[in-house]
């Protein structure tokens, strides 16, 4: 059975590391990407099946690469990690394509639970 794909695209460099250590325990394969010019060139060609997406980057920020991978494979799981806070914002992540809006500071558990609802797990 081959490993379930997970794209992280988080500027914050020791966030992204966390997450990446996180989830390769977890036996996903995990590609990295530091913005959002990145992490669009990296779904384009991975094709992940969950996308762990901070809104707050410089460039293109999370939400307008939500909705570009939505556009692009609405099949994809977008998880977004982020430290606003705002009801505002969460309806803004989920009015871009957001499957799941955890704020940060967030725990393994909830991302690991973000990452596996919905998302294929077998049983």
């Not at 991975?46 to 609405?74: F, H, T, W």
């Not at 914002?89 to 704020?103: H, K, N, S, T, V």
Request: hydrophobic letters at 40%.
């Amino acid at each position: 059975m081959s490993k379930r794909k997970i794209l992280v695209i988080e500027d914050h460099p020791t966030v992204r590391e966390v997450l990446r250590t996180l989830l390769g325990m977890e036996d996903y394969e995990v590609a990295v990407a530091p913005n959002g010019e990145a992490g669009l060139a990296l779904a384009d060609m991975l094709q992940p099946e969950v996308v762990i997406l901070d809104v707050g980057m410089p460039g293109l920020n999370g939400y307008e690469v939500c909705r570009a991978i939505k556009s692009r494979a609405e099949h994809t799981r977008i998880v977004m990690v982020t430290a606003r806070t705002s009801e505002e914002d969460e309806r803004a992540g989920r009015q871009a394509g957001a499957d799941a809006y955890l704020r940060k500071p967030f725990s393994p558990l909830d991302i690991l639970e973000a990452v596996g609802v919905g998302a294929g797990t077998p049983e």
